[in-house]
């Protein structure tokens, strides 16, 4: 029916009767999100007041069809940026998520390594934590520089390196993320690490922790991981 009236009527009045009938709406809405009819999609939702929501599936639909032209994309979503979400009224977050994932393209386009288009944040610092690792903060393809642009938290970045160096068996960085002082990062966090590192870490890496646990008069018996 709304197709119909789309088809038989001013857009504008339909526009108008779509308002009012929400579930019409809503549907008509995933119709032109399946069929990739954005320019439709974001006319519509302009006309409705819902200029925020137009941009974010702008958006989502650019990054989908991206491919390997980084550059094209990056036109793009810098117009998007600047038309849509440096607008007053905009959802501070939506604007950082954009802008986020700008740096990121600028950031894989500088990096210039083949095996790293097209893929994740954390797939990227994985890459960098297993052949950068040694890189200072700074320089594009250190794994804190990476972190810090893209504000990755720090339990996401400790996964990250863990199972990165555990697959390598860099015995010595993984405990090192076990072993840090680090106040804020208490037993609960580190013991589920414990139980999902691939691979199996050597037997004295445990051993080695459970008689320094045993020395200190811990408050918590059952945290087998210590401060130094």
């Not at 977050?93 to 097209?118: D, G, H, M, R």
Request: charged letters at 20%; proline letters at 4%.
């Amino acid at each position: 029916v709304v197709l119909f009236l789309i088809q038989t009527l001013n857009k504008k009045l339909v526009y108008e009767l779509l308002s009012a009938r929400p579930t019409a709406l809503r549907h008509y809405v995933s119709f032109l999100q399946s069929e990739g009819k954005i320019s439709e999609l974001t006319d519509l939702l302009t006309m409705l007041g819902r200029s925020p929501e137009a941009a974010m599936y702008q958006y989502q639909h650019h990054v989908r069809a991206q491919g390997n032209n980084v550059d094209g994309l990056l036109r793009k979503l810098n117009n998007l940026l600047s038309n849509h979400f440096n607008q007053p009224g905009i959802d501070v977050n939506q604007a950082k998520i954009v802008t986020n994932y700008i740096k990121f393209l600028e950031w894989q386009k500088c990096a210039a390594v083949p095996a790293l288009s097209n893929k994740s944040v954390m797939e990227c610092l994985s890459h960098c934590c297993a052949h950068h690792w040694t890189e200072t903060a700074g320089k594009i393809m250190s794994p804190l520089t990476l972190s810090q642009q893209q504000q990755i938290t720090p339990l996401q970045y400790d996964w990250v390196v863990l199972n990165v160096h555990a697959k390598l068996k860099n015995w010595d960085i993984v405990e090192s993320i076990f072993t840090r002082k680090n106040k804020c990062d208490k037993g609960e966090n580190q013991t589920r690490f414990l139980f999902h590192l691939p691979g199996r870490l050597p037997s004295h890496f445990f051993i080695r922790n459970l008689q320094k646990q045993q020395n200190k008069n811990t408050q918590n018996p059952d945290n087998i991981f210590y401060e130094p």
